[in-house]
């Protein structure tokens, strides 16, 4: 059975969320690890790379039961780089994880 197209929107969302989020972090360690707060941005980096990590495998279609946990994944690691343009597109992928089409095709293919 074929993905819902929320899903693969999500998907999409996840990926360029994580995907800019991951990049705007390691500048910032790049840039600040002289000043011993470089490290702090390790973690929403390590967010973003679960998020994008996830939304891979969303991406091919498959039904993935972490879609969620990757949106609010996301949504944290944005919020603590200050990125709002991945907390933004990680929302957009959070609520399009709660269509209830995307839910209920997630459980019957999971």
């Known amino acids: 059975m074929e993905a ?8 999409m969302a996840n990926l360029i969320g994580g995907g800019i ?3 705007t972090s390691f500048l910032a360690v790049i840039s600040l690890i002289w000043f011993c ?8 980096m390590a967010a973003s ?29 944005g919020l603590l780089s200050f990125n709002w343009i ?4 990680s ?11 995307v839910a209920g095709w997630i459980e019957s293919n999971s």
């Open 4 to 11: 819902p197209e929320a899903y693969k929107t999500a998907a």
């Open 49 to 77: 790379g679960y998020q994008v990590y996830i939304a891979m495998s969303m991406n091919k279609g498959e039904a993935n039961p972490a879609a969620k946990n990757a949106a609010i994944a996301g949504i944290i690691g």
């Open 86 to 89: 991945s907390v933004a597109a």
């Open 21 to 23: 989020n991951i990049l």
């Open 37 to 44: 707060v470089g490290i702090w941005w390790f973690i929403p």
């Open 91 to 101: 929302g957009y992928a959070f609520m399009q994880t709660n269509d209830e089409e």
